[in-house]
T-cell receptor
Framework: GNSVTQMEGPVTLSEEAFLTINCTYT??????LFWYVQYPGEGLQLLLK?????DKGSNKGFEATYRKETTSFHLEKGSVQVSDSAVYFC???????????FGQGTELSVKP | GAVVSQHPSRVICKSGTSVKIECRSL??????MFWYRQFPKKSLMLMAT?????????EQGVEKDKFLINHASLTLSTLTVTSAHPEDSSFYIC???????????FGSGTRLTVV
């Protein structure tokens, strides 16, 4: 079946450090891939998405590229801020309008 | 646009009682709503998918008689945890999809504590 695996957290970085959160997936066909962010006490917000191979999603300085050859969708940001502290979820959807399958989430803590 | 309101945000109930959680799409009609359960340090586990006017589709291993889902209108879905027990304590999150569109909007979640 479809599944998503993320790197274990928590990840602790200093402000302005480079961030990578690894995400790999298993799916049949050509899924759409997403990154969601959950700030403390809140629901999930869509951060970025990519719907086909080699697409790059980007938002708020975050980027992720859909790599079909390595079945990966790693999240990167060149310079993190304290306000980026949150839990990040990688997810896939196998068909339009279908259910989202989430990874286990990676907690990011950015220190000043 | 695309706001989903989930209520209550926190609830404490006694073991054996039932609790109802509401999920409302405030500015759009949600043909499909999803209910998730989130454990500490764990991912979101999809419990069920509900479509307006029809029975919910439950994921494997989710007790449909314990977690009653009703999607009576295009703007409201409810999850009722019946005869709650301490092991039902968790964070429950709903998500709504606007008909004909591909985006999902999440509620802010409900922290349920059963004592």
């Amino acid at each position: 079946g479809n599944s998503v695996t993320q790197m274990e957290g928590p990840v602790t970085l200093s402000e302005e450090a480079f961030l990578t959160i690894n995400c790999t997936y298993t799916a049949t066909g050509y899924p759409s891939l997403f990154w969601y962010v959950q700030y403390p006490g809140e629901g999930l917000q869509l951060l970025l998405k990519a719907t086909k191979a080699d697409d790059k999603g980007s938002n708020k300085g975050f980027e992720a590229t859909y790599r079909k050859e390595t079945t990966s969708f790693h999240l990167e940001k060149g310079s993190v801020q304290v306000s980026d502290s949150a839990v990040y979820f990688c997810a896939l959807r196998s068909n339009q309008g279908g259910k989202l399958i989430f990874g286990q989430g990676t907690e990011l803590s950015v220190k000043p | 646009g695309a706001v989903v309101s989930q209520h209550p945000s926190r609830v404490i109930c006694k073991s054996g009682t039932s609790v109802k959680i509401e999920c409302r799409s405030l500015d759009f009609q949600a043909t499909t709503m999803f209910w998730y359960r989130q454990f500490p340090k764990k991912s979101l586990m999809l419990m069920a998918t509900s479509n307006e006017g029809s029975k919910a589709t439950y994921e494997q291993g989710v007790e449909k008689d314990k977690f009653l889902i009703n999607h009576a209108s295009l703007t409201l879905s409810t999850l009722t945890v019946t005869s709650a027990h301490p092991e039902d304590s968790s964070f429950y999150i709903c998500s709504a999809r606007k008909g004909g569109e591909d985006g999902y909007t999440f509620g802010s979640g409900t922290r349920l504590t059963v004592v």
